[in-house]
């Protein structure tokens, strides 16, 4: 069974840094693209960030460029979100996931891991 799991989130205050984790089990991210999305409480999901496996090739929303920074390690086939300057509206649970489109359409998605950003 396919399986991605998140860690890392947490409780920060406004301006901290977080890194995200997002290992994969008897999946291997080759041939995908990593995907980070997340969705504020009370709202519907937001892109935030996706990587292109192979190339290292990295998108961003237009929140978080400057801010966030995907990478992955491909020989732990483990996918990672750095967050710097954390704002309040940054809180919410952020989901790794994995695709193998074009369109950022994730196949697989991790259980999702909480930040709250909050003073």
């Known amino acids: 069974e396919v399986q991605l799991v998140e860690s890392g989130g947490g409780l920060v205050q406004p301006g901290g840094s977080l890194r995200l984790s997002c290992a994969a089990s008897?999946?291997?991210?080759?041939?995908?693209?990593g995907i980070w999305v997340r969705q504020a409480p009370g709202k519907g999901l937001e892109w935030v960030s996706g990587?292109?496996?192979?190339?290292?090739?990295?998108y961003y929303g237009e929140s978080m460029k400057g801010r966030f920074t995907v990478s992955r390690d491909k020989v732990d086939n483990t996918l990672y979100l750095q967050l710097n300057d954390l704002r309040i509206e940054d809180t919410g649970v952020y989901y790794c996931?994995?695709?193998?489109?074009?369109?950022?359409?994730?196949?697989?998605w991790g259980q999702g891991t909480q930040i709250i950003v909050s003073s």
């Open positions: 996931a994995a695709g193998s489109g074009g369109n950022w359409v994730a196949d697989y």
């Open positions: 008897e999946f291997t991210f080759v041939g995908y693209n």
């Open positions: 990587i292109n496996w192979n190339t290292g090739t990295t």
